[in-house]
């Protein structure tokens, strides 16, 4: 039979002859789409527009607003660059050139240190090749073949990506864009003219294969974009990151600090960063209390024993640091809670009167991560976990799923953090449990998130190995997506731990345990909230709330009462008695991003009130102290919150 049946997202089926070519479907509904169109999504795998179909399947049309369509495009860039880096060093070797998130990078050898100077080059040649217009044609080879054509490339990356490939199992190809060859499993663009706009953003060092034994290469990350506005518009974002980024303002705010001379991935939390966190804690704490939870506080380190019976010895020892001898006996340092709640739950004997048990602790944890991946708050080596564990019987989970899920959006909507994606995440290839119970949970998880009409997205495969999970990421004020609470089950612990509760029966039943973060972590919070109002925090959050500036010495008098009053009144203030002219100090604070400025001098003094100026409003006038005390005490309690 020559005929094959293609089906179409809108349901629709046509016949066409074995081997037609994605291309050759689009073409046949317009000319318009298959210009358009990147590659297709065939019976749920990505593939060229020219690749061949002979079966019945469904297909769908990738162009650059589908993700997948975006990653097509950005791997094909970096394609572009290797090939415009191969015609500038022709002794240059390649790594590996992925698509990431937003754009691309390539690994590569060469002797020269790249500068900016030379990514114009680059960029100049991309332009230039772009415009040649060759196509990506694919050839599928024996091993044999392409180790032949990369030993005459004396291309040693490549050669060691061969040889770790069974050419019995894996499909090896190669990719063909005008003179230049790479071996890569696509899929990739029609043509290289598709690709219009680039920008190379930056070139760093980059161990091959992220191993920091191997020799360093250098890898060149880019963006690129089918039209000019999409371009500029992600310039304009860029340039928008760059002045919100954290560690530029924590230094700017003196928020916090890193020191690697004293040990890499440590936060030292100065006074303003140790007021903000305060009041995150003192917030968190509350609400839980408030919402059913109870306080626990565990040590920092633990037996070897209990590592082992968790598993981490087994299953993440490469992200645990060294154990160490006390008393002859293996310590280590925790880079989990969990288990230390589950000795608290072992401490006495449990009634299913007792269930639901939600326990939560701001517990500080540490995980080896490798000194390439460091990036001020947002990936450190110790860390304040916003951790919480609930064991609950079987019939109760639907209920505490759904609780913990308003609960996660309660906490992140008061931070301002309102749009948020729902991600349900279920078993992978590895896992523990049976199968049953796996079903039950992710049934449970999906019933939760129907029942408050909340949309969410699949994620298959990406639970734990130990039990599916609900993911909550938010959007920041630019837009980007930050993952932060997670709702995951546990079938693996309760059975490790050998916990029980007695039932209405009077027997012994298994509990299900649920492990919850909503935060994530103080740290990376603070960082992603640090960039989200870009220093400008909430007032209920602002390290200092209002600065209290005498015009003049003369007036320091009546500046320190009014300080005191405020103080007194729970306000964080701070009093400039800086031997300044007013008009620095009202630039400094600016800068300082201070929500508040109280100006005093003999107007003031005269009519026992004070002036007000407000952070990029400027000045509100006068105000009885007792009238201004009045209207903060209403922003604080309120949590009132912009994003800028």
Sequence with gaps: ????????????????????????????????????????????????????????????????????????????????????????????????????????????????????????????????????????????????????????????????????????????????????????????????????FVKLLSVSGSYWRGDEHNKQMQRIYGISFPKKKMLDDYIHFLEEAKRRDHRKLGKQLDLFSVHEEAGAGLIYWHP????????????????????????????????????????????????????????????????????FHIMIYKAHLRSYRDLPLRWAELGTVYRYEKSGVLHGLLRVRGFTQDDAHIFCAHEQIEEEIRRTVNFARMILGTFGFKDMNFYLATKPEEAVGEVELWNKAIESLRKALEAEKLNYQMDEGGGAFYGPKIDIKIKDALGREWQLSTIQFDFNLPERFDINYIGEDG?????????????????????????????????????????????????????????????????????????????????????????YMIIVGEKELNASNISVRQHKKGDLGAFTLTDFIDKLATEIKNKDYTTI
Excluded at 587 to 595: I, Y
């Design 272 to 339: 303003k960063g140790a007021r903000i966190r305060m009041e995150i804690e003192d917030y968190w704490r509350n609400a839980h209390l408030q919402n059913g939870y109870e306080l626990l506080y565990s040590p920092h380190m633990g037996k070897s024993w209990l590592w082992e019976t968790s598993g981490h010895l087994d299953f993440y020892k490469d992200s645990m640091y060294s154990g160490m001898k006390i008393d002859e006996q293996d310590y280590f340092i925790k880079p989990m809670n969990c288990p």
């Design 507 to 595: 027997k012994e039943h298994r509990p299900f345990m649920v492990h919850r973060a909503l935060l994530g972590s103080i740290e990376r919070f603070f960082g992603i909230l640090i960039e989200h109002y870009a220093g400008d925090f909430p007032l209920w959050l602002a390290p200092v709330q209002a600065v209290v500036i005498p015009v003049s010495q003369n007036f320091s008098e009546y500046a320190q009462t009014i300080n005191e009053k405020l103080i007194a009144s729970g306000i964080r203030t701070h009093l400039d008695q800086r031997n300044e002219k007013i008009g620095y100090k009202i630039r400094d604070w600016e800068t300082q991003k201070a929500p």
């Design 1 to 196: 039979m020559n005929k094959i049946k293609i089906r179409f997202p809108d349901g629709q089926e046509k016949e066409f002859e074995k081997g037609v070519t994605p291309f050759q479907i689009a073409q046949s509904i317009s000319e318009r789409l298959a210009d358009e169109v990147l590659a297709a999504k065939v019976n749920g795998s990505v593939i060229d527009m020219h690749r061949p179909i002979h079966q019945d399947t469904n297909i769908h049309f990738l162009k650059f607003d589908d993700e997948e369509g975006k990653e097509v495009y950005w791997h094909s860039s970096s394609h572009l660059m290797a090939h415009a880096i191969k015609s500038l060093y022709p002794e240059a070797k390649f790594g590996v050139g992925p698509a990431i998130e937003n754009g691309f990078y390539y690994d590569f050898d060469i002797s020269k240190k790249l500068d900016e100077e030379d990514l114009r080059k680059i960029e100049e040649k991309m332009e230039k090749i772009s415009k040649e217009d060759h196509k990506f044609e694919r050839t599928e080879l024996p091993k044999v073949k392409a180790v032949d054509f990369f030993e005459k490339q004396n291309d040693q990356y490549k050669l060691e990506i061969l040889s770790e490939l069974d050419e019995n199992n894996e499909v090896i190809s190669i990719y063909n864009e005008g003179d230049f060859t790479d071996l890569c499993t696509g899929p990739h663009l029609p043509s290289a003219g598709k690709i219009k």
